[in-house]
């Protein structure tokens, strides 16, 4: 069983946290090896951490990446001789990823996919032209992980809205027979 935490993350521990479940879902959610942070990599995304003039942030992201660890939600390494200073990388432990999730009142990126498909294929069959062509290739772009553009995974009033909008569209809009093509912008 997990240990429960009661704290809200600081900014650089939210986009740590964040950054090993963005590598955790590129992997399927099933990685064959540690999703592992190395915090030279990201040190763009913690201005706080790394700051030379305010060490607050720092020592805030510490501890609180620290009661993690006991928690049994993360492994740190740090850098050599800087213990409880300066953190080298962070480590997620796998089973430990629904908890992230509420922690960061994030959404897994499977449910947002398999919640779009599910309203595309909910309104597939009002449609036998063109506009089926559209959904099809956009349901198949969220089976093979791809963008679902110009439908989108965290917008649910924007895609209720496109989708409004496509089926609204008459079946002769498109006049050389056509299909409507969409390309996914990456």
């Not at 993350?9 to 990685?31: H, I, K, M, V, Y």
């Not at 553009?149 to 027979?177: C, G, I, K, Q, S």
Request: hydrophobic share 40%; proline share 7%.
């Amino acid at each position: 069983m997990m240990t429960s935490i009661s704290f809200t993350p600081s900014p650089d521990t939210a986009a740590l946290l964040n950054r090993l479940l963005d590598g955790f879902e590129l992997r399927g959610g099933q990685p064959k090896r540690a999703v592992r942070v190395r915090l030279d990599d990201v040190e763009a995304l913690l201005p706080g951490y790394y700051s030379q003039t305010d060490p607050a942030p720092r020592v805030v992201a510490n501890e609180q990446l620290a009661a993690l660890e006991r928690a049994g939600w993360i492994v740190l390494e740090w850098e050599p001789g800087q213990k409880g200073h300066l953190l080298a990388s962070v480590t997620l432990t796998p089973t430990a990823t629904p908890a992230l999730y509420v922690l960061l009142g994030r959404e897994p990126q499977a449910a947002q996919r398999r919640r779009l498909r599910d309203r595309l294929l909910a309104d597939r069959f009002r449609v036998h032209d063109w506009r089926r062509l559209a959904l099809d290739q956009t349901l198949v772009r969220l089976e093979a992980q791809q963008s679902p553009t110009p439908f989108t995974l965290h917008d649910e009033d924007w895609n209720r809205d496109l989708l409004e909008a496509l089926l609204a569209l008459p079946e002769d809009v498109v006049e050389d027979d056509s299909r409507w093509d969409i390309e996914a912008v990456e």
